[in-house]
């Protein structure tokens, strides 16, 4: 009996996979390759395929989501990098360096980041980081610099990363604490009794033991940061901007929006049959990414069971 | 924890360490207590802000439509809308969790099934869950479920109470398996040949002795879920309609509302914030406190009944 549940289950995810990916089908027929290219603004593509759904018109398909998939790749890449430096010194910290009362208020703090609602990062990003960035960090020349092209207020790819990163640093430490804590204490010992310094043990010994954790939990986290939606679509910005590295140190704080947060932003014209499939579209990548990264996860985290790692 | 006894007990000094390892003890050190200063500040910060914004009329009033801060009323539905979501999400996900687990755990036969199993929830798990959300907006407006929100002139609406908790259950679902399955596994397997040798049959040894005994674990399980379920807004926002007040749907008194739509407090924050369609950020932050101290309960929970499942040790 428990056996036809767990088939049920597994029949409802295929399903939803098949859904997914069948109702996106004729955005990605019509744009081919071409949807994933750069070509023109996606604001104003998605205002077009909208409208043409309405007007009982032929419904127009062009669709070219570089600018919103390039957004998602920086807000995704900058707060898994920022994260990893910082939940890797964190979780090294945790498990070996600090004191025993430090490390019983840090663990269940760590727990506590980890469930807090998304939508409170969002709220106080919102109220907080980006006025600051507005006020303090963008300076009038700035402005005036990049004015004719877009307009800098504070919403931006860095507060999106900066607050991402805290996002996804819990999980990131817990998994790479517990990676660090299955390392064979006999290893660490052996090198304590050369009398390497405890640090240079931990670091080269340890660190480099936990190395398959260390990689799963980034893969993961990255899952997480993909699929995070209602900060992102709060604080960066809303508009379909591709950030220009060349910009110079302006790019941190232009606007951009990733996938996910362009998804729930359009999620009103779902009305319309080809913005829907357009909409569709976008979540069918998001979906195939995760698939991706978690099999990637999962094959990762193959040669740990080598070494008894149960993660 | 062994690894916390055997550590050395009289540390010793950093000072004739080389000046690379100095700096990346104190970067550690400066970290750590980095993110537990932000961490407190968050926390903190949002405290100070509720407590100065809430009022037990806030709390005990429906919103209602209005321009200004004193016209748009409180959030009485919203919050309700939180618990009947978070409850509908439970009771859906916890069965079809403990069951999914007993089996990965217990039966787990055929070994290609368990393992596509294993993958499938660990693929949940990491699914963005506004995908579930338009999932379910496919899902909800087919005619044959039309039954579970709105119907106006044969268009099935597709947007309620039952629509959001069903696709809520998604993401609890994976918390749920994960912890009732380490649970049932740190049970030694002497304890089941025993049960088998006085008799009892496999069912009965999964209901009676397995379960009892790992139920802080089961317990964890579906409060991790209810953390998640009432944290997520992307699925609310698509799925319940965004109505700030219970907008019900027929006429039998309790289906009507979970037939209907309304919101959540995590929808009601979306909308208040200078981003949203209110914009009435006092209200966010009462609204944004409420739901957070609802998460610090929770989490509080959990820690005792893992400290509960702790208690518990096995002679082996």
């Known amino acids: 009996m428990l056996g036809a549940l767990v088939c049920g289950v597994l029949a409802f995810v295929l399903l939803l996979i098949v ?16 949807w994933f290219g750069s070509g023109g603004n996606p604001d104003q593509q998605i205002e077009k395929i909208f409208t043409s759904g309405n007007l009982l018109q032929e419904p127009v398909y062009t669709f070219h989501a570089w600018p919103i998939i390039w957004g998602t790749i920086l807000v995704t890449g900058g707060a898994v990098a920022l994260s990893f430096v910082a939940a890797l010194f964190v979780s090294v910290f945790v498990v070996e360096f600090a004191p025993e009362w430090i490390r019983r208020i840090l663990e269940p703090v760590i727990r506590l980041l980890a469930s807090v609602p998304s939508v409170i990062f969002g709220l106080l990003g919102v109220l907080i980081l980006v006025p600051f960035i507005g006020d303090h960090v963008i300076t009038e020349g700035n402005r005036r610099s990049v004015s004719y092209i877009v307009s800098l207020s504070g919403y931006s790819l860095m507060a999106g990363v900066l607050i991402l990163s805290l996002m996804i640093a819990p999980l990131m430490i817990a998994l790479f604490a517990d990676g660090l804590r299955a390392v064979p204490r006999g290893w660490l010992e052996g090198s304590l009794g050369l009398g390497i310094n405890r640090w240079r043990t931990f670091w080269k010994i340890g660190v480099r033991t936990a190395r398959p954790a260390l990689v799963a939990g980034t893969v993961l986290a990255t899952a997480r940061a993909i699929g995070e939606v209602v900060m992102l679509a709060m604080v960066t910005g809303g508009v379909a901007f591709a950030p220009n590295p060349a910009d110079g140190l302006i790019f941190f704080v232009e606007p951009t929006r990733p996938l996910a947060a362009t998804i729930l932003q359009t999620a009103e014209e779902l009305t319309s049959p080809p913005m829907r499939q357009t909409i569709f579209a976008m979540a069918s990548v998001l979906l195939f990414s995760a698939v991706m ?10 040669p740990m069971k080598r070494y008894g790692v149960r993660a | 924890m062994t690894t916390t006894a055997a550590r050395p007990q009289i540390r010793e000094s950093s000072a004739s360490w080389r000046l690379s390892d100095r700096i990346g003890l104190a970067f550690a050190w400066l970290l750590g207590l980095m993110f537990l200063a932000v961490t407190a500040g968050i926390v903190l910060y949002m405290m100070v ?10 709390m005990f009033t429906s919103p209602a439509a209005g321009f200004s801060e004193s016209e748009s009323g409180g959030f009485l539905d919203p919050l309700l809308g939180t618990v009947i979501v978070a409850l509908l999400a439970l009771v859906i996900a916890f069965p079809i969790g403990l069951g999914v687990g007993v089996w990965l755990s217990e039966y787990g036969r055929p070994a290609w099934l368990a393992r596509l199993t294993e993958s499938t929830v660990e693929m949940l798990a990491g699914s963005p869950s506004i995908v579930f959300a338009l999932f379910g907006v496919l899902l909800f407006e087919q005619g044959a479920v039309g039954f579970l929100s709105r119907t106006n002139d044969g268009v099935v609406y597709g947007r309620s109470f039952l629509a959001a908790a069903a696709m809520l259950s998604l993401i609890a679902l994976p918390l749920v398996v994960a912890n009732v399955r380490e649970g049932l596994q740190a049970i030694p397997g002497h304890v089941r040949e025993a049960s088998y040798a006085v008799g009892k049959t496999k069912l009965a040894t999964t209901r009676r002795i397995l379960l009892p005994a790992a139920r802080p674990s089961v317990v964890t399980g579906a409060m991790l879920g209810l ?10 926002v698509l799925l319940l309609g965004a109505t700030l007040r219970f907008n019900g749907a027929g006429d039998i008194p309790i289906l009507e509302t979970l037939r209907g739509t309304g919101s959540t407090l995590t929808s009601y924050v979306y909308a208040n914030a200078p981003t949203g369609e209110a914009n009435q950020p006092h209200k966010a932050y009462a609204a944004g406190f409420v739901l957070l101290m609802m998460v610090l309960l929770l989490n509080f929970a959990v820690d ?11 002679a082996s």
């Open chain 1, 293 to 302: 990264l978690s099999l990637a996860g999962w094959a990762i985290k193959q």
């Open chain 2, 304 to 314: 005792v009944a893992v400290r509960r499942g702790r208690r518990m040790t096995w």
């Open chain 2, 49 to 58: 802000q509720g407590i100065k914004y809430i009022s037990p009329t806030l």
């Open chain 2, 227 to 236: 953390g998640r379920v009432i944290g997520d807004t992307a699925i609310i």
């Open chain 1, 19 to 34: 859904f997914v990916f069948r109702e996106a089908w004729p955005s990605f027929q019509h744009n081919g390759l071409a």
